[in-house]
């Protein structure tokens, strides 16, 4: 079967050479901070499954210190120059597409066909993870096909994919520090505190007061959280079911539905999001990480508004 | 109340700009202390939840294809063919995006998408490449733009697209939280309350991606002005 700790092996290993290719660069003054940095995140990749809690939890902290206090560098890549470039585009053509739409492509196929396939009694791919699986591989065809289509030199996948990994820096390891954070929000009973705050401080006496409560109250909670799915059960359960559904009589498949959505409006304004977030401003190299933010802000404001206004209209049965 | 703390780190870390992964942990590790618990049982719960969300990361294995393609001259491949399409904007490129990613991810092919596997490839460099046919060359600030807005078209259109699909994670989520405080629901009708704001969703954005068009024309025409005045001078 192949298990996701297979998936957790290469990544561990493309980010050992990642830590390698950055201490032999001795043109980088921060070629022992990177490398402390991508090494022990390949730590956690290669052997993290098998560590005590305590340890995986005092790598991330060194990690997180290595990168705020010794703050990562960019090295310089030996790669080919815009001439050669617009060169080969013009003799590969489309076909350079291929590996790129290979990748998206083989993870459809893969998630949606390998799905039921058994080898040996046992599921060919772990069946809960396939989805992240089936990327991982698809992922390792897409370069076998371009490695024997264009024939790079044999380093050369490597040493670009630390080019880009130094450019994307310490947000790469941001969205798994922040649902570590939700993990400890949850032990801690952050949500149910906040949920309290809400009920009784928001002024909620009409129809219209309480969804909008409800819809800017899961927009709020997603910022804070990242994450309407951690949003969802707790502004639901405060806010959602005993008031607009309970009390003012809301349908329930109206309120909960929109009610998401309103939560996706607070997803697209938050940097607690980061992979939505902040990962694309750092690997579209963007000076400022908030960029991406800043163009989403507008209209997650103007769609919560338009899911106040679906709600009140579609939630209530008019005499 | 003392929970809280967290949650004020986080706001004071993000908005003194500190690093945010500093700031994240910081929060994490003082929300579990004041919440009665050790510091070594609060480490490890950090630690554990890192290690069990290490899948968000996966999609970084593509960028050795990405980075093996662009030293093989695909972005300059990705340009050269947004140029042979002669009503080709950055606004319209991005809007045909926001259409496909949005019908796409409402069919439940979200994994047709994404920021590495085909933001920074392919559409930034098709939308970079159409605005520099429209008004040769950019500077950096109006690429920054254009990157910014293509990756978040990627956000707006599977958000407000997956929820039409009836398998998806967060339709399952509210079915499954529903039925615990025992009500009932089909996830169909879940999902045809997820259209309305689709609906909102492509208009909204819509119209902002045409705006961006009209924005980068104004900003290219007075950068064209400015450097057409110096030579008036001479």
Same mark, same amino acid.
């Given at each position: 079967?192949?298990?996701?700790? !297979?998936?957790?092996?290469?990544?561990?290993?493309?980010?050992? &050479?990642?830590?390698?290719?950055?201490?032999?660069?001795? +043109?980088?003054?921060?070629?022992?901070?990177?490398?402390? !940095?991508? &090494?022990?995140?390949?730590v956690t990749f290669l052997v993290g499954s098998y560590l005590p809690d305590v340890?995986? @939890?005092?790598?991330?902290?060194?990690?997180?210190?290595?990168?705020?206090?010794? +703050?990562? @560098?960019?090295?310089?890549? *030996?790669?080919?120059?815009?001439?050669?470039?617009?060169?080969?585009?013009?003799?590969?053509?489309?076909?350079?597409?291929?590996?790129?739409?290979?990748?998206?492509?083989?993870?459809?196929?893969?998630?949606?066909?390998? +799905? @039921?396939?058994? !080898?040996? &009694?046992?599921?060919?791919?772990?069946? +809960?993870?396939?989805?992240?699986?089936?990327?991982?591989?698809?992922?390792?065809?897409?370069?076998?096909? @371009?490695?024997?289509?264009?024939?790079?030199?044999?380093?050369? *996948?490597?040493?670009?994919?630390?080019?880009l990994m130094d450019s994307v820096g310490w947000a790469a390891v941001l969205p798994q520090s922040l649902a570590a954070l939700g993990a400890v929000f949850a032990a801690a009973g952050v949500g149910q505190v906040i949920a309290r705050l809400a009920s009784d401080y928001l002024p909620l006496g009409t129809p219209l007061a309480a969804v909008a409560a409800y819809a800017v109250g899961m927009a709020l909670f997603t910022i804070i959280m990242g994450n309407a799915f951690a949003a969802f059960p707790v502004m639901t359960a405060g806010i959602g079911l005993p008031l607009v559904v309970n009390q003012f009589g809301g349908d329930v498949v109206v309120v909960s539905a929109v009610g998401m959505l309103s939560g996706f409006c607070g997803t697209l304004m938050t940097p607690m999001a980061a992979n939505f977030n902040i990962v694309p401003a750092a690997l579209l190299e963007l000076k400022d990480k908030y960029a991406v933010i800043k163009v989403q802000l507008p209209t997650g404001l103007i769609l919560l508004l338009a899911n106040i206004t679906i709600m009140y209209l579609f939630a209530f049965k008019r005499a | 109340m003392l929970s809280l703390i967290g949650i004020l780190i986080v706001v004071a870390g993000f908005a003194l700009r500190l690093n945010p992964l500093l700031v994240v942990t910081a929060a994490g590790i003082s929300t579990g202390l004041v919440s009665g618990r050790?510091?070594?049982?609060?480490?490890?719960?950090?630690?554990?939840?890192?290690?069990?969300?290490?899948?968000?990361?996966?999609?970084?294995?593509?960028?050795?294809?990405?980075?093996?393609?662009e030293r093989a001259g695909l972005k300059e491949r990705a340009h050269e063919t947004i140029g042979r399409i002669q009503a080709a904007t950055a606004g319209r490129v991005l809007l045909a995006y926001l259409a496909i990613r949005q019908a796409t991810a409402a069919m439940g092919l979200v994994s047709l998408g994404g920021h590495a596997q085909m933001v920074r490839p392919l559409v930034a460099p098709m939308a970079e490449g159409a605005a520099e046919h429209s008004f040769g060359t950019i500077d950096d600030d109006t690429r920054a733009t254009i990157r910014a807005n293509a990756a978040a078209v990627d956000n707006i259109g599977v958000f407000f697209g997956e929820d039409i699909f009836i398998a998806i994670g967060s339709i399952l989520l509210i079915k499954g939280f529903l039925e615990q405080n025992g009500i009932v629901v089909e996830p169909a009708q879940l999902a045809r309350w997820a259209i309305?704001?689709?609906?909102?969703?492509?208009?909204?954005?819509?119209?902002?991606?045409?705006?961006?068009?009209?924005?980068?024309?104004?900003?290219?025409?007075?950068?064209?002005?400015?450097?057409?005045?110096?030579?008036t001078n001479a």
């Open positions: 079967m192949i298990k996701l700790e !297979f998936i957790y092996v290469l990544m561990g290993l493309m980010l050992a &050479g990642v830590a390698i290719i950055n201490v032999r660069d001795a +043109k980088n003054p921060r070629r022992y901070v990177n490398a402390a !940095f991508w &090494g022990i995140y390949a340890v995986n @939890g005092s790598l991330v902290i060194v990690m997180v210190l290595v990168a705020s206090i010794g +703050k990562l @560098g960019q090295g310089v890549t *030996p790669t080919t120059s815009r001439d050669e470039r617009v060169a080969s585009a013009k003799r590969w053509g489309n076909k350079l597409y291929i590996p790129v739409l290979l990748v998206p492509i083989c993870t459809l196929i893969g998630s949606t066909y390998l +799905k @039921g396939v058994m !080898f040996n &009694g046992t599921p060919l791919i772990e069946p +809960k993870q396939i989805t992240v699986i089936a990327l991982g591989i698809s992922t390792l065809i897409a370069l076998t096909v @371009g490695v024997l289509m264009l024939r790079p030199p044999v380093l050369s *996948p490597l040493l670009e994919s630390r080019r | 050790g510091p070594v049982e609060v480490v490890g719960l950090f630690g554990k939840a890192f290690i069990e969300s290490r899948y968000v990361a996966i999609v970084w294995l593509v960028l050795p294809v990405i980075g093996m393609l309305p704001t689709a609906v909102c969703a492509f208009v909204v954005h819509g119209v902002r991606l045409m705006l961006l068009d009209q924005k980068l024309a104004r900003t290219a025409g007075r950068a064209n002005a400015a450097n057409a005045t110096p030579s």
